[in-house]
């Protein structure tokens, strides 16, 4: 899968300008979380971090915390298709955490 990372320090708006903000479902298959018009991951009720972006085979997922590549407990960037992974901490591609 493409990778978003040409979205870090990118704010996100919606076709009439506005700023994006919420969960959005793209090509019916990816669910793309957004904060005040950056990649952002979010919470479910139970407390459940959930990746800004993710598959909804969860073969390709992407943590993001106020628009740029970041995840502490895990790699940023996991996809399962193509077999890598990334770690990255405020926007900065680190070496693997293992």
């Known amino acids: 899968m493409k990778s978003f990372k040409s979205y870090q320090h990118q704010r ?25 018009g950056y990649l952002n991951d979010a919470e479910d009720e139970q407390g459940k ?12 997922i992407e943590h993001w915390k106020d628009g740029v590549l970041h995840c502490e407990k895990e790699p940023a960037v996991i996809d399962n298709v193509d077999g890598y992974e990334e770690w990255w901490l405020n926007g900065k591609q680190v070496p693997s955490q293992k």
């Open 12 to 36: 996100i708006l919606l076709s009439d300008n506005s700023i994006a903000n919420g969960d959005y479902i793209v090509d019916g298959e990816v669910t793309v979380r957004i904060k005040n």
């Open 49 to 60: 971090l959930l990746p800004a972006i993710e598959t909804a085979d969860a073969s390709h």
